[in-house]
């Protein structure tokens, strides 16, 4: 009985582990085919793969409302063409944009014919940041908020792949977010003066575009409603150093805190002299697009404006943030005419930098997003993935 049991369970091992496709010897081996008769095994079928999931790109038009007629040194505009961009990868979806002031001299068909050549399919890992942003740089030069549409899509694809705020990859403290300033246009007194009476128990620190005949008229009716720290964007406007020297001297002893772009792009010996006199830092904005524009700035300026819509998005600006940091230059978030999506792109890096002008989403009336606010006239972080924003 014994030996019955034994052989029994030899034969229902054997067929199992055939059947698991196992090589089993079990008994005497069979006798082998005759040559001319070979014997033929069939082909197990080739397991079907699941084809990777590939990322998406979509793209549309969306006109950003201002809330007032917008003047600088150079032009007046009440609307900001913008190009709205999503990514979207195994059921998530990243959100960017393009906005394109006049002066940048963007359109939304350039934008537009831009994205048309973008090719995300070819990738099937979207964590391939520097490969994905490298290959859009290098699909032709310039169209920097076409470029920037992408990076921020797509970095807010990843975050929210990984769960988490680019603030908290990068490892900085969201606490350390500073105020942000609110921008003040040129405009008549009694306008200057609403829009200040307006905003200026929100803010901690306003932004006053100065750059024509009206500067100290400018200043000295925001003084009439109130002391807060101001900042000053000429905008290139000021073209004799000596009077920007004056200038400047003048605007530190009504509160003025920091000059933005004094003097017109090229004006390189000019500026280095006004640099190394003034009593006030200066920061490079026009003078500064990307990158490489850099190095060659120490010295010339104290520091630099770092907006996504020129340098291309997130990745070379948190690069620019770092090499300024090197160099001993101070460093400054600035944006365009933008919904919450692109200012809450920017804001992820605001720990990091010693003055942001953040506001452009506060000032149109047409917002798509929710993302991040300004509370007690600082910036405050949301703690959601990827750049933080939430479709309304």
Known sequence: MKKQNRRDFLKVAGAAAIGAGLAVACGPRKPAPAPEEPVVEPKPEEP??????????????YE????????????????????????????????????????????????????????????????????????????????????????IALHDL????????????????????????YTIGIDTPEVVREKTLECADKFNILKVKVGLDTDKQMIETIRSVTDLPLAVDANQGWTDRFQALDMIYWLREHGVVMVEQPLPVGRVDDQAWLNERSPLPLFADESVQ??????????????????????????????????????????????????????????????????ADLDGNLLISNDLFDGVKVESGRLVLPDRPGIGVVRL
């Open 158 to 181: 990843v975050g929210k792949l990984l769960g988490a705020p680019w603030y908290k990859i990068w490892g900085y403290n969201p606490a350390k977010a500073p105020s942000t300033t």
């Open 290 to 355: 990307r990158l490489v524009d850099v190095p060659g700035l120490k010295d010339i300026f104290s520091g630099i404006n770092i907006k996504l819509m020129k340098c291309t998005g997130l990745r070379e600006a948190h690069k620019m943030v770092n090499l300024a940091r090197s160099l001993g230059m101070k460093v400054m978030l600035g944006c365009m005419t933008e919904t919450s999506c692109g200012v809450s792109a920017a804001a992820q890096l605001s720990p990091a930098v010693d003055f």
């Open 64 to 151: 950003l409302e201002l809330q007032h007629t917008f003047t600088v040194s150079s032009y007046s505009r009440k609307t900001t063409p913008g190009v709205q961009v999503e990514i979207e990868y195994q059921g998530f979806t990243g959100y960017g944009e393009a906005s394109m002031p006049p002066y940048l001299g963007h359109t939304v068909d350039s934008v537009t014919e831009f994205l048309k050549k973008v090719n995300l399919h070819q990738f099937a890992d979207p964590f391939c940041l520097e490969d994905i942003l490298s290959y859009v740089d290098g699909l032709a030069p310039g169209d920097a908020p076409a470029k920037a549409a992408v990076d």
């Open 48 to 61: 079907v793969l699941p084809q990777p999931r590939r990322m998406k790109l979509s793209f549309r038009p």
